[in-house]
């Protein structure tokens, strides 16, 4: 076995030598212009491939820098028009709050006479199908206050129109729900 590889190994060096004794001797023998000008042309026509292959490889990179580039932008602006909207949804639902918190005080003057009140005069804390949620200071210690607030034992002493009880209970258990969600975030 090793004398197998010996010889293979010496095969090797042998078609090496040659190979570059046929090198040498064709750098060495004498060029005539036609050959000259063909191995111009060959080196032009391979810098001009290799000039085409760099220039296709940096307008790659370009087009790829301006598709990134793009892309941020789209994303910032995505973010900015979503923190335009945030901005608004506060504005409204401030405004949503003020106008709850003066129905409310209303409402619960008259539930405190024990006056009946009917089921569509309560002033659920709902604006655009979402929860208002008082904001304004210490959002934890607010949102306390609504969980009372909201509790159904706060309710259950409260007088309703005759057949909606049933009604303002489930609602009622509805927000407290949902309140004692937004509230278990702040813990």
């Known amino acids: 076995r090793d004398k197998l590889e ?3 190994r010496e095969r090797r060096r042998v078609m ?3 190979a570059e004794a046929r090198e040498r001797a064709e750098r060495e023998r004498p060029v005539t212009d036609k050959e000259r000008k063909e191995r111009e042309k060959e080196e032009w026509l391979r810098s ?3 000039r085409k292959a760099r ?8 087009e790829e820098e301006e598709k990134q580039r793009e892309a941020k932008q789209r994303r910032e602006e995505a973010m ?3 923190r335009e909207r ?3 949804r506060r504005i409204a639902d401030t405004a949503a709050l003020k106008d709850h918190e003066e ?6 003057v008259r539930a405190r006479a024990k006056d009946p009140v009917p089921f569509d005069q309560i002033p659920w804390p709902f604006s655009n199908g979402r929860l208002l949620l008082p904001t304004s200071g210490d959002t934890r210690k607010s949102i306390k206050v609504w969980s009372r607030r909201w509790h159904p034992d706060t309710w259950a002493k409260y007088e309703f129109v005759e ?3 049933t009604l303002v209970m489930d609602k009622v258990l509805e927000v407290s729900k949902e309140v004692n969600s937004a509230l278990a975030t702040y813990r």
């Open 6 to 8: 010996e010889e293979e």
């Open 103 to 108: 129905r409310y005080a209303l409402f619960e």
């Open 16 to 18: 090496r030598e040659r």
């Open 80 to 82: 900015r028009e979503e």
């Open 163 to 165: 057949g909606d009880r």
């Open 55 to 62: 220039e296709a490889s940096e307008r790659q990179a370009r």
């Open 86 to 88: 945030d901005k608004q």
């Open 48 to 50: 001009e491939k290799e």
